[in-house]
């Protein structure tokens, strides 16, 4: 599945293609990441799961043993020979569980890294694409708004500082609500 993801972001940062082409490029590297977060969240799913059954089938094993050990204290013979194949059973199950377990957490470190280099190589493709002719006018307008004594919205430090403070603001205020309602609900009880 990663190899195709790979050859399409490959193709995106090889590819010598006018600037369309060059967004379709990077479209197609943002649905590969978007797959592959996928992928690594599927197999970080399987890892747990495989971790609970492993879990679970130590205990079994446990259990197994436990079991024999009780029966031989008894002299038991027939449950004793029940224990020990049980036993034998999830012992095999654990071995198989803990290898599966080591293959699934090396892939999982892979993708892992292999996401992250789709990730860098996006983030490289998106920034150094050539500009389209309208991003290249947008960017001329703005140069002469701010030439002229205007200011471009998120670079106007006095408008980023507003921005926090109302923004911590109505933070406050949501927090002040909920303690009110928290406080009614309290005296309610």
Do not use: C, N
């Amino acid at each position: 599945m990663f190899e195709r993801l790979r050859d399409a972001l490959g193709a995106a940062l090889d590819a010598a293609t006018p600037p369309g082409d060059l967004r379709d490029l990077a479209r197609q590297m943002r649905e590969a990441v978007v797959e592959a977060k996928l992928a690594v969240g599927e197999t970080r799913d399987a890892v747990t799961r495989t971790e609970r059954d492993l879990a679970q089938e130590r205990q079994r094993l446990a259990d197994a043993e436990r079991r024999g050990r009780l029966a031989a204290e008894i002299q038991d013979r027939e449950t004793v020979d029940v224990a020990d194949r049980f036993a034998g059973k999830h012992r095999e199950r654990v071995g198989v569980l803990e290898r599966k377990l080591v293959a699934l957490q090396a892939e999982l470190a892979l993708y892992e890294r292999e996401l992250g280099d789709m990730q860098a190589q996006l983030g490289r493709a998106e920034r150094d694409r050539p500009l389209t002719e309208a991003e290249r006018s947008a960017e001329r307008a703005w140069r002469d708004l701010q030439s002229a004594g205007g200011a471009r919205p998120g670079t106007d430090a006095a408008d980023e500082l507003l921005k926090s403070q109302l923004d911590h603001a109505a933070r406050e205020a949501a927090a002040d609500r909920q303690l009110r309602e928290l406080k009614k609900k309290m005296k309610k009880d």
